[in-house]
């Protein structure tokens, strides 16, 4: 049987990060927002010199999943000044975790959570904190299941679109 393996994504693999992570993204949101949006944020947010400033980021740390010599998902953490939001010392934050569709029933996510869990372990955070769209119930469920609780919302720019997302965190003290 052939397993998943977590690996950290270095500077030269910045193509592949692109491609999965525009994959990733469109497939998870593409039926709910205009092709235009969709368009603008893909190549705004996954551009090659956004993704190399990020991967360049001493604060932030990318983790694919490969299954048979593919990358099938990822995972990105930001700490301290690099979260989106809190930029608390004592948290880190999961940004994304986003899987390919046909590879979702492999528990590939709880891969990815569990490789930031131990992380925010080692580096004796108290919580891992995120956000997650109000209309993926999917999403919120995963998260729930690992112990995280709603503590707050806030807004999510899709394009034009403002979107609702639920911040969620897991104490870990």
Do not use: C
């Not at 039926?31 to 090659?48: A, C, G, H, R, V």
């Amino acid at each position: 049987m052939n397993t998943v393996s977590i690996r950290k994504v270095e500077l030269t693999d910045i193509e592949i990060l692109q491609d999965l992570a525009k994959k990733t993204f469109y497939e998870t949101f593409e039926s709910f927002n205009t092709k235009e949006d969709m368009q603008n944020y893909l190549n705004e947010n996954f551009s090659i010199d956004k993704l190399r400033s990020e991967l360049e980021n001493p604060l932030s740390e990318f983790y694919f999943a490969e299954f048979e010599h593919k990358m099938v998902g990822y995972l990105k953490i930001n700490s301290s000044k690099a979260q989106t939001e809190i930029k608390n010392t004592n948290s880190l934050e999961i940004e994304r975790i986003y899987i390919l569709q046909g590879y979702q029933k492999m528990k590939i996510g709880q891969l990815l959570f569990e490789k930031a869990l131990s992380i925010a372990k080692t580096e004796n955070y108290e919580y891992i904190w995120l956000g997650v769209w109000e209309e993926n119930p999917k999403a919120i469920a995963f998260y729930k299941k690992n112990g995280f609780i709603e503590f707050d919302k806030h807004i999510f720019r899709l394009g034009d679109d403002e979107q609702t997302d639920i911040m969620m965190k897991l104490n870990l003290k």
